[in-house]
Each structure stands twice: as structure tokens, then as C-alpha cells.
């Protein structure tokens, strides 16, 4: 079972990126899955969260009105549109998934996951 992230890159500042996670050999239907990102020298952070059934989407308040995460379920993969990038959000980013219900208050904890992928590198610098 394995999850592959891929879509990081180098970007100046204001730009776009389109990440994307995709699953192997585990159907993400009907399953939570998540971004998470880690900068050097701090803890990994939750970037944002999509339900199984996409009705519910999460984010973290620094990459609001910036990022989207959405779904494919026909191609068994999740994607994470950032736009108007800024050198903070410079990582690895990651995707993970989850076998339970997540909830405002819980999506961004990464004991909520159990399955993580192997990380894409995102740098945003002028």
C-alpha cells in the first residue's frame, strides 16, 4: 500500500503549484485524507483535510482563501491547488490518510492518520 505525492517544485513568491496524492493498491474512497507540511527545524502542520465523501474540507486559518483541496475518486487521488504562495509555506509536504471521522477540532492532529505518504518538496523563493 503506498501513497505518492508529487507536484512540488520551486516557485517565486505569488505563484502556483498543484500537488497531487495518489494511492496504490487502497481505494481512498470514502476515506479522510489530509495535507501536511513540514518546514526545517519545525513540527509537521496540517495544511488542510478533505472528507470521504468531500462534503467536509479543513483548513489551516494561514493557507485559507489560498489553497484547495479536492478529490478525485475516479483516479484515486487528492490534489492540493496552492496559489499566491509565500516563502512560509516553503516544506515537505505530505498527504496522509485516515480510517476516521474528522472534525473541526481533530483533522489536523497527525495521530488521526495512518497511512502517510513519502513527502514532495515545495520551495517558494524569489
Known amino acids: 500500500v503506498q501513497l505518492q505525492a508529487s507536484g512540488g517544485g520551486l516557485v517565486q513568491p505569488g505563484g502556483s503549484l498543484r500537488l497531487s496524492c495518489a494511492a496504490s493498491d487502497i481505494s481512498l474512497d470514502y476515506l479522510g485524507i489530509a495535507w501536511f507540511r513540514q518546514a526545517p527545524g519545525k513540527e509537521r502542520e496540517g495544511v488542510s483535510c478533505?472528507?470521504?465523501?468531500?462534503?467536509?474540507?479543513y483548513y489551516t486559518d494561514s493557507v485559507k482563501g489560498r489553497f484547495t483541496i479536492s478529490r478525485d475518486n475516479a483516479k484515486n487521488t487528492v490534489f492540493l491547488q496552492m496559489n499566491n504562495l509565500k516563502p512560509e509555506d516553503t516544506g515537505i509536504y505530505y498527504c496522509?490518510?485516515?480510517?476516521?471521522?474528522?472534525?473541526?477540532?481533530?483533522?489536523?492532529?497527525?495521530?488521526?492518520?495512518?497511512?502517510w505518504g513519502q513527502g514532495t518538496q515545495v520551495t517558494v523563493s524569489s
Open positions: 496522509a490518510v485516515s480510517g476516521r471521522t474528522l472534525y473541526p477540532g481533530t483533522w489536523y492532529g497527525p495521530n488521526q492518520y495512518r497511512l
Open positions: 478533505i472528507s470521504g465523501s468531500a462534503s467536509s474540507t
